[in-house]
């Protein structure tokens, strides 16, 4: 088989790490949204003070962890030439090892899906 299409564990974390990519897209335009939000607040008003004060830190923290997420999807991406190393299969196959690891995987990103869905039909019905 050619080694350009064997699969492989680096050729797995480049493959997914287009997830953590998007994740630091998302939290990078929610930092967008509420950066511009903090332009409509009028600063002569104590209460949009504290308001203005509490986005700012969100935004910070929002663009904290995109970088953080961007990081690490090169990171998984600029293992792709990783050299394949041996592994156990009876430690993969192990019920309560590698696949219960990965079925919990599996349902967050079901569980996630349902969230984005819901999310995504209530965002669309605030746009004109």
Do not use: W
Request: charged share 30%.
């Amino acid at each position: 088989m050619d080694s350009d299409v064997r699969p492989t564990c680096g050729k797995g974390l480049a493959a997914n790490s287009v997830l953590p990519a998007r994740l630091a897209d998302l939290m990078s335009a929610r930092a967008e949204v509420l950066e511009r939000h903090l332009r409509a607040l009028d600063l002569t008003d104590p209460a949009s003070r504290i308001e203005s004060d509490a986005y700012a830190q969100l935004v910070r923290v929002h663009r904290d962890v995109a970088r953080a997420l961007e990081g690490l999807a090169q990171q998984m991406a600029g293992y792709r030439d990783l050299p394949m190393g041996r592994h156990d299969l009876k430690v993969m196959a192990d019920p309560e090892g590698q696949l219960e690891a990965f079925q919990r995987f599996v349902g967050v990103e079901r569980e996630l899906l349902g969230l984005l869905q819901a999310k995504l039909d209530q965002d669309q019905t605030l746009l004109p």
